[in-house]
């Protein structure tokens, strides 16, 4: 099993980053895809969620309407696209495959960097 992330950087704040998580090794298409981010100091929190179809997402209060996350089960691909970003958001952000059974797995992470 492998999740890859990439699309991380730096950015300055008011731009926009496209995040990319690539899986194999398990049957994407049911599992329903998450990101979380952990900022320095902090724990790491639930940004994203999109289920199975792609259907229904979810969002934290501090992204909503700045974060869309979307997934391509054709490619075994899920994003997050964020736009407006501010400094708050830097952190490591990870992707994460929810076994419709429990349990799941995680991607190594990439950093975004928001800064002037």
């Known amino acids: 099993v492998q999740l890859v992330e990439s699309g991380g950087g730096l950015v300055q704040p008011g731009g926009s980053l496209r995040l990319s998580c690539a899986a194999s090794?398990?049957?994407?298409?049911?599992?329903?895809m998450r990101w979380y981010r952990q900022a320095p100091g902090k724990e790491r929190e639930l940004v994203a969620t999109i289920m199975r179809a792609g259907g229904i997402t979810n969002y934290a209060d501090s992204v909503k309407g700045r974060f869309t996350i979307s997934r391509d089960n054709a490619k075994n691909t899920v994003y997050l696209q964020m736009n407006s970003l501010k400094p708050q958001d830097t952190a490591v952000y990870y992707c994460?495959?929810?076994?419709?059974?429990?349990?799941?797995?995680w991607g190594q992470g990439t950093q975004v960097t928001v800064s002037s």
């Open positions: 090794g398990f049957t994407f298409s049911s599992y329903a």
């Open positions: 994460y495959a929810q076994s419709p059974y429990g349990g799941g797995y």
